[in-house]
């Protein structure tokens, strides 16, 4: 299980921590500053649209967790809550897992999200003993693919209109990293 995780990029102060309420309106908040962007990438925000909204996702998380079914981390960046990144989907029959993240446009470009997702990854092979893990984004996400890249990960996959967006199909890249072609 992930315990807790610290890191410094540049002037930032990072830490990966479980979600607690508390952090539910700095979450909301993020949200609110980038809902235009995040609608176009991320299906939940449709679902959220207030503090307690945030909050009830925050229960449903630390339950999913709890029963192994979902890590759920808030990216907390000075102090402030500013974007998550989960692993989820995970079979532990076939020893897989698929990774969402997002993050706060103040904090984007810095690194933050690819040293996170690595994070992640590590937990996922070296803790958990995984065998592959599965970032999936929408065509035009152009930055969640660069993620996956940085680290290595493979283009496995593109899913013709996969997903309805904007009211139009869109296609959905898929990449892979096995536990052989990690490198810790």
Do not use: C
């Not at 307690?52 to 000075?78: G, M, P, S, T, W």
């Amino acid at each position: 299980m992930f315990t807790y995780a610290e890191f410094t990029l540049g002037n930032d102060q990072i830490k990966l921590t479980l979600p607690d309420k508390r952090q539910a309106t700095d979450l909301f908040q993020a949200i609110e500053h980038d809902r235009q962007e995040l609608e176009r990438w991320m299906p939940w925000t449709k679902t959220t649209n207030s503090i307690k909204d945030e909050e009830n996702f925050i229960n449903y998380a630390r339950e999913q967790v709890i029963q192994n079914k979902l890590l759920e981390l808030v990216i907390v960046i000075n102090k402030t809550a500013a974007g998550m990144a989960d692993l989820h989907n995970i079979d532990w029959e076939n020893r897989r897992a698929e990774v969402g993240y997002w993050l706060s446009s103040d904090f984007q470009g810095r690194g933050i999200m690819t040293e996170t997702v690595k994070r992640l990854i590590k937990t996922a092979f070296a803790d958990w003993s995984l065998h592959k893990i599965i970032i999936q984004a929408d065509s035009e996400n152009l930055a969640s693919q660069a993620v996956a890249r940085r680290l290595g990960f493979n283009k496995e996959a593109v899913l013709k209109e996969q997903l309805y967006s904007g009211k139009e199909f869109h296609d959905l890249v898929v990449y892979t990293q096995l536990i052989n072609d990690w490198s810790k």
